[in-house]
């Protein structure tokens, strides 16, 4: 199993940038893929983005497309979310997630869940 705890969330003004970061535990990171999904109130949570094991695939929802940047470091364990030119449709939770096999999209392909960071941007 792995553990993963989100950090990097907070009170931004549109237009400006975060980066989140997602640290793990226990069983090698590297083996991993890793997610970020996001939920805003009310709605269902959503994808974001994905990036294999190796860092070398990645994959964006359209709406982050050119704006976010997924990353990680296996040697500090950590994935990341860099995101630039925030609007107040970013403001969510944001959560990591992790899964073998292969890289996906989809919330229900993810066992394992981060605790989520709130971001919240205001116009």
């Known amino acids: 199993q792995v553990q993963l705890v989100e950090s990097g969330g907070g009170l931004v003004q549109a237009g400006d940038s975060l980066r989140l970061s997602c640290a793990a535990s226990?069983?090698?990171?590297?083996?991993?893929?890793m997610g970020w999904f996001r939920q805003a109130p009310g709605k269902e949570r959503e994808f974001v983005a994905a990036?294999?094991?190796?860092?070398?695939?990645?994959m964006y929802a359209n709406s982050v497309k050119g704006r976010f940047t997924i990353s990680r470091d296996n040697a500090k364990s950590t994935v990341y979310l860099q995101m630039n030119t925030l609007q107040p449709e970013d403001t969510a939770v944001y959560y990591c997630a992790a899964r073998s096999g292969a890289i996906s999209e989809l919330l229900q392909n993810y066992p394992y869940w981060g605790q989520g960071t709130q971001v919240t941007v205001s116009s």
């Open positions: 990036i294999n094991w190796s860092g070398r695939v990645t």
């Open positions: 226990g069983r090698t990171f590297s083996s991993y893929h």
